[in-house]
């Protein structure tokens, strides 16, 4: 979930790059950019994006995100860290057995 604040005075159309780096590794795991809802004056919203087309490895990672309102002001920025865990193995049930009949 990212939270943009949009201080000014006119609607906006903020772009919103993010990466993702594995715990402890200098490479980018993952990155790209996507336009978020227009945004009105002195409004803030908060939007959710899915990362679940990424096929990440187990392990910790950090996403790091910047909002760009591009309208000549600063960037907004966060960084959360976040865990893929390891898939749970499947669960077998045991057969059914049927009644015996003669």
């Given at each position: ?12 159309r ?5 990466s ?5 590794v ?10 978020a809802?227009?945004?009105?004056p ?5 939007e959710a994006?899915s ?5 990440l ?17 600063p ?5 959360r ?18 009644p015996?009949?003669?």
């Amino acid at each position: 979930i990212c939270e943009m604040k949009n201080t000014g005075n006119r609607h906006a159309r903020p772009l919103v790059f993010w990466s993702i780096r594995r715990d402890g590794v200098a490479e980018t795991e993952s990155r790209g950019k996507v336009e978020a809802t227009v945004l009105l004056p002195d409004a803030t919203m908060r939007e959710a994006y899915s990362l679940q087309q990424l096929s990440l490895a187990p392990g910790r990672y950090q996403a790091s995100v910047f909002v760009d309102f591009q309208d000549g002001k600063p960037q907004q920025s966060m960084s959360r860290d976040f865990e893929v865990l390891a898939p749970a193995p499947p669960v077998l049930k045991p057969p059914v057995e049927e009644p015996f009949h003669p």
